[in-house]
């Protein structure tokens, strides 16, 4: 008998009635003759009333005992979504993340799994019952509790389905599936019947915001299928799997777009071959993440300049500030207000005018771009953020990603 | 160095601002040079919440479901304690009951403990840190997490004294001691320096609802000395422990007091033999507890009386109406609105004048005794609820219980 995983996120699970829907939703699968595997995150608001908790007794939480108060959250979930099952006269079996064996190495609120034990999960599914196990958390050999950090219940979620060599890993979630692009920006917007793991990679680190990208990659690396779909409504969702099964790629597959993005850039950088490394390991101690960077060099002084979150840009100053002897610069400036617009696409690789051809759409459109990057498989741009829109509109439209039927997959 | 275990109930326990005030007594007792386990309940409201969302989903919950849920509450506790230790400079861990090495039996909802696991305990204790466990919980030795009912919280507390090997295991509460009966009723009752295992049990079990019985036992077997003593006021509380230890006993220590007690009685029971076992074994298949047993004869029948608890009275009628032909009897009445009125002391036991006295002391006061319960050391009677108050009130001055001073335990 197939086995499958199916993950319900924490909005998914956010009131009784909900768990209600979900119970039927994972019935409906049992009953097509599969053992089923259910990967729960914590009920809607309940990791934020713990973490108002925590922050009115400590601002500095040890993580250890936040990975302890944290893990609640999906504990509740399992229980009442198993009664829930248990109530419409199914069998299951409740887990928290060390009863599924989930184990992870020793480190607290951002663990990564290193195995999952299935002895036992094994032994409830041949016994034909419904197993719902506590996403994003897992277990040291040493009996710690540990979590996993943000995307926490989708890699759970994978990496159940990898150990158990299930057929498929169901996500379901607030949005029917993966789309050519925001349809709350781009109306035409269209969802994807399939797309590859590292399509689905650049979208998710993209912000996309579907699937976590961590959860994608541990896929691509098990060959787990994934699944992208509704929670409650009933209908096919996007398919992410091997670039092979599918017979016929688009150039571009679909337009990302993010807000809220600050140009930082370091003047008069005395040395590169210090300088560099010493201004990202200071951003990388104090976990602000950059993305595009650029070196440029003028006649008498070396500039630096990358992207960073809006939320980051006064730490950012701030660490850079009080480091600025050791590394040795000029000054620094910001723009802010930026927003990354990116297209992706597996065909790309194969087609170097693509971004010329989003260059050109762009400056057709009067919509000027402050930054670029690319990948094999996707090129982002930083333009102004009240263009971002029109900008993902006009590139959507000029790939013909709404036109277009998705035949890509079939 | 010496071990101390200390228990904080849910209600000292309900805000973060009384999880601090808890974090800086268990500070207190750490500084005094002993190593420090603390035992918490689930935060003030947290199981109801838990219960109403339950409810949410299903009337019939699985046990081992409502286990898993209700497990979550004291986790959160553990957690947030934790923290608040470790922001006050404290090294402290917290542990949930499986961590902990909590054995229970296979049962859900009401497990026995079988066995305490201590060596990571004790690592934890050598190395200076504050334990922080989560009563209540516990798991099987197939790694299924259990609860242990009421009382569960103060039997965590006593079987980790034992396994431990504690000076003491103090129960921190909203009262700042056990007292000679309810100051809320009877504005002379005083609190007792000391009081031993066995006067504690009577008292327990007679509704003084400080300390569960269950734990009281589990203390004597395992000579464990209690303490009960309040959760915020700074004083000395009651000492529980072996007769020996005190070198004079009060003939009476406590008057102890219950309402809502219904006594019914079973007509025309037509076979003792088979009748009285049928009676009790159907009560108890349904959870419903009996307390005073009175059997009367009349030339022609026998008939049965006993008292419950007066939410239990519909059910009781409804269990043995159905079971009448198998049971035989006539017809059943109820008296509702009684209360149970008892003294208790070790004193008594050589003194068979104190069951006498009591019933002088009501009469005279014109208090009519409905139902008669005695062991070695309580006297127990059944009277009006309305004559409740006043029957306290005259066997405490009886006894001179407010009078004196509390020798005993010195």
Chains 1, 2 share one sequence.
Not at 240 to 245: F, G, L, M, N, V
Not at 273 to 291: C, K, M, R, W, Y
């Amino acid at each position: 008998m197939g086995t499958v995983v199916i993950k319900f996120g924490g909005s998914s699970l956010s009131t009784t009635d909900k768990i209600k829907n979900a119970a039927r939703r994972i019935i409906a699968e049992k009953q097509s003759g599969k053992n089923v595997v259910v990967v729960v995150s914590a009920m809607g608001k309940t990791t934020d009333q713990l973490l108002t908790l925590a922050g009115e007794i400590t601002d500095h939480p040890a993580k250890r005992e936040m990975d302890m108060l944290l893990a609640t959250g999906e504990q509740v979930s399992i229980a009442l979504l198993t009664m829930a099952l248990t109530e419409m006269g199914e069998q299951a079996v409740s887990l928290t993340g060390w009863q599924a064996g989930i184990i992870t190495e020793k480190v607290h609120s951002n663990a990564r799994i290193v195995d999952v034990k299935t002895d036992h999960l094994e032994e409830i599914l041949n016994d034909g019952k419904i197993i719902v196990a506590a996403g994003f958390q897992g277990v040291t050999e040493d009996g710690e509790i540990t979590t996993l950090g943000r995307g926490g219940s989708d890699t759970t979620a994978v990496a159940l389905a990898a150990a158990l060599k299930a057929e498929r890993c169901s996500i379901c979630t607030d949005v029917t599936g993966v789309f050519t692009s925001d349809p709350r920006y781009v109306p035409k917007a269209r969802k994807l019947s399939a797309i590859s793991y590292d399509e689905m990679l650049e979208l998710a680190n993209l912000g996309a915001g579907v699937l976590h990208p961590r959860a994608v990659e541990f896929a691509k690396n098990h060959s787990v299928p994934l699944e992208v779909r509704s929670s409650t409504v009933n209908e096919e969702g996007t398919v992410i799997e091997e670039e092979a099964t599918m017979e016929k790629n688009l150039i571009v597959r679909g337009v990302a777009f993010e807000d809220d993005i600050t140009r930082m850039t370091i003047f008069g950088l005395k040395s590169e071959i210090t300088g560099l490394p010493s201004v990202f390991s200071t951003l990388a101690e104090n976990q602000i993440d950059v993305d595009i960077i650029i070196q440029s060099q003028t006649d008498s002084q070396t500039n630096l300049s990358f992207s960073i979150k809006d939320k980051d840009r006064q730490e950012a100053i701030d660490v850079l500030e009080r480091k600025k002897d050791a590394i040795g610069f000029d000054h620094i400036e910001c723009e802010t207000g930026l927003s990354k617009v990116s297209i992706v696409g597996s065909g790309m690789v194969s087609n170097p005018g693509v971004a010329a051809k989003m260059f050109e759409v762009l400056a057709e459109n009067g919509i000027q771009s402050k930054m670029v990057s690319t990948s094999e498989i996707k090129v982002s741009v930083l333009v102004d953020s009240k263009q971002m829109k029109p900008a993902a509109q006009y590139l959507h439209d000029a790939f013909e990603l709404g036109a277009l039927e998705d035949t890509a997959a079939k």
